[in-house]
């Protein structure tokens, strides 16, 4: 509710609120967002099941001033933001970066109310900022791009989110290192499963072929489902397949302390969408099953410098915790 105050304190300020949300359906109503609207917000719903047939808008970002922004795994909701393990990156005071990540939103706020994609992007949503030509930021030794989904969503000169990630494995020489809510080398939401291993075959190439130790971080929670744990488990079946080979997978549960926290619906969870290696670092919103990359609205947030290792700080603290089990 904080936020919630916040944002009705900035527009009665004659702060600009422009909210883009997934279409609202009966059992998910968007009382808040219709009420911000009330004080003078502009909102825009996406209708996914028209625009692509399938999949949501599950991009988590804000956009601040042209200079400011927030990307990560954290729904904008209490359960969230209190009751669920998220993590995100917060850029401050950088134009450049937030004017790209401007086209990316404008994408969605174009689509609000629509019923197609365009089978084209005027050249004012084009990037040149991308995986072959990413912003150098030489005062924090960093360099960045943004990449997005699905593909239809990506004008000119965007990666697309699940280029990125392929790019991210292809480049690492010593480790690559995972944490995701799912991981599924097929859809999980359509009537009929498809096979879709572009990233399970990327990891298995990089562990077999080149020698990378993979480390898999997934999460174990209510709504885990059994079918996840079988392909978690036929890619660490391979590690000492050959002397070099190297893939681990454990199970992070974030448990239930107290009654009350125990009957929160869709709570407790390890909801990260990240990955580390030796060379860069990758925050997404999607979770790695295929109807994330290919109908769903997401963004990835690709880079290098110093908080890599940051990064890979939170990685090895959360695989070394009591919180972390092998898959077995």
Same mark, same amino acid.
């Given at each position: 509710e904080d936020i919630f105050k916040q944002l009705k304190t900035a527009i009665s300020n004659g702060v600009s609120l422009k909210i883009a949300q997934n279409l609202p359906r009966p059992g998910m109503p968007d009382y808040d967002t219709r009420d911000l609207a009330k004080l003078g917000a502009q909102v825009k719903s996406l209708d996914f099941s028209k625009l692509m047939g399938a999949g949501v808008l599950h991009t988590k970002l804000w956009l601040v001033d042209g200079k400011h922004f927030y990307v990560g795994s954290a729904n904008f909701d209490w359960r969230s933001l209190t009751q669920v393990k998220e993590l995100g990156?917060?850029?401050?005071?950088? @134009?450049?970066?937030?004017? #790209?990540?401007?086209?990316?939103?404008?994408?969605?706020?174009?689509?609000?109310?629509?019923?197609?994609?365009?089978?084209?992007?005027?050249?004012?949503?084009?990037?040149?900022? =991308?995986?072959?030509?990413?912003?150098?930021?030489?005062?924090?030794?960093?360099?960045?791009? $943004?990449?997005?989904? @699905?593909?239809?969503?990506?004008?000119? !000169? /965007? #990666?697309?989110?699940?280029?990125?990630?392929?790019?991210?494995?292809?480049?690492?020489?010593?480790?690559? +290192?995972?944490?995701?809510?799912?991981y599924f080398p097929s859809t999980i939401y359509g009537k009929e499963t498809m096979f879709w291993p572009r990233i399970d075959d990327a990891l298995r190439e990089a562990a077999i072929t080149r !020698?990378? *130790?993979? /480390?898999?971080?997934?999460? +174990?929670?209510? +709504?885990? *489902?059994?079918?996840?744990? /079988?392909? $978690? /488990?036929?890619?660490? #079946? $391979?590690?000492?397949?050959? @002397? *070099?080979?190297?893939?681990?997978?454990?199970l992070f549960t974030v448990p239930s302390f107290t @009654?009350?926290?125990?009957?929160?619906?869709?709570? *407790?969870? =390890? +909801? =990260?969408?990240?990955?580390?290696?030796?060379?860069?670092?990758?925050? !997404?919103?999607? =979770?790695?099953?295929? #109807?994330?990359?290919?109908?769903? !609205?997401g963004i990835g947030f690709v880079f290098t410098g110093p908080v890599r290792q940051k990064l890979q700080d939170v990685f090895s603290r959360d695989w070394e915790s009591d919180y972390a089990a092998p898959l077995q």
């Open positions: 990156v917060l850029v401050k005071d950088c @134009p450049c970066l937030a004017k #790209d990540m401007a086209k990316i939103w404008r994408v969605y706020w174009d689509l609000g109310g629509q019923e197609s994609v365009p089978a084209s992007w005027p050249s004012t949503y084009s990037t040149n900022i =991308n995986s072959e030509s990413p912003l150098e930021i030489p005062s924090v030794d960093t360099s960045v791009y $943004l990449a997005s989904s @699905p593909p239809p969503f990506c004008p000119e !000169g /965007r #990666d697309k989110d699940i280029d990125a990630i392929l790019r991210v494995i292809s480049e690492a020489q010593e480790f690559v +290192h995972i944490a995701v809510m799912d !020698g990378v *130790r993979v /480390r898999l971080l997934a999460s +174990h929670w209510a +709504h885990t *489902r059994p079918s996840m744990l /079988r392909y $978690l /488990r036929s890619l660490s #079946d $391979l590690s000492g397949s050959s @002397p *070099r080979v190297d893939i681990q997978v454990k @009654p009350a926290q125990e009957k929160i619906p869709f709570a *407790r969870v =390890n +909801h =990260n969408k990240y990955m580390v290696t030796d060379q860069e670092g990758f925050i !997404g919103t999607s =979770n790695w099953s295929a #109807d994330y990359f290919i109908s769903t !609205g």
